[in-house]
């Protein structure tokens, strides 16, 4: 079982519409989350970051994470055809390693 | 900010040579330094984690004769893939780290091709 498990899409939705992304995770001893865009052929952007459960809101997008079910979620309201990339999740393992375990991507398309 | 850099972003070489990759973060000092490697349409495999001055410590599966990773600085590392071959050929992204405040920050990215 991997680490972090992310559906790797495609996900094609019209512009203006809310996008959900989701990731489920099985180690426990994440310490953080990560939201990265990558565009393609681009290193990833970092978009959120997060240490606990709950909510965490940034303009148009939204960081969610519950620890008691392992989930995490990315939401995009108002989704732009610049919205279009890969979307990335992380679990961060902290301590001395500062290890981030990736999840493989969701590929997302925003239509005009 | 957080403004990391890659140099080359692509580079071409013949089966046999060395080919070296420059990391740098250009605004802040980055006491840890991440290499990994993506093949299209997959995720970020963590090669090796380097510290300022200290030897890297790399990922199980990870040859360290055959990528060389030194930091030289608080802004600088370099990763050499040594007696490149076809199989080399990949998109390596460095990542750098300000500290164990857990943010890394990516640059743009490397594409090696080995012919």
């Known amino acids: 079982q991997k680490e972090v498990e992310q559906d790797p899409g495609p996900l094609s939705v019209p512009e203006g519409a809310i996008v959900s992304l989701n990731c489920t995770y099985s180690?426990?001893?994440?310490?953080?989350f990560m939201w990265y865009r990558q565009y393609s052929r681009k290193g990833p952007e970092l978009l959120m970051y997060?240490?606990?459960?709950g909510n965490k809101e940034d303009g148009r997008f939204t960081a969610q994470v519950d620890k008691s079910s392992k989930y995490i979620s990315l939401f995009i309201r108002d989704s732009q055809p610049s919205d279009s990339a890969t979307y990335l999740c992380?679990?961060?393992?902290?301590?001395?390693?500062?290890?981030?375990?990736f999840g493989t991507g969701t590929l997302l398309a925003v239509q005009p | 900010g957080a403004v990391v850099s890659q140099h080359p972003s692509r580079v071409i070489c013949k089966s046999g040579t060395s080919v070296k990759i420059e990391c740098r973060s250009l605004?802040?000092?980055?006491?840890?330094m991440f290499w990994y490697r993506q093949f299209p349409k997959q995720s970020l495999m963590l090669m090796a984690t380097?510290?300022?001055?200290?030897?890297?410590?790399?990922e199980q599966g990870v040859e360290k004769d055959k990528f060389l990773i030194n930091h030289a600085s608080l802004t600088l590392s370099t990763l050499t893939v040594t007696s490149a071959h076809p199989e080399d050929s990949s998109f390596y992204i460095c990542?750098?780290?300000?500290?164990?405040?857990?943010?890394?920050?990516f640059g743009p990215g490397t594409r090696l091709t080995v012919t």
């Open positions: 990542s750098a780290s300000p500290g164990l405040g857990y943010e890394q920050y």
């Open positions: 180690n426990s001893a994440f310490q953080y």
């Open positions: 997060t240490y606990s459960s």
């Open positions: 992380a679990g961060g393992l902290g301590g001395a390693t500062n290890k981030l375990i």
């Open positions: 605004d802040f000092q980055a006491t840890t």
């Open positions: 380097s510290n300022e001055g200290s030897k890297a410590t790399y």
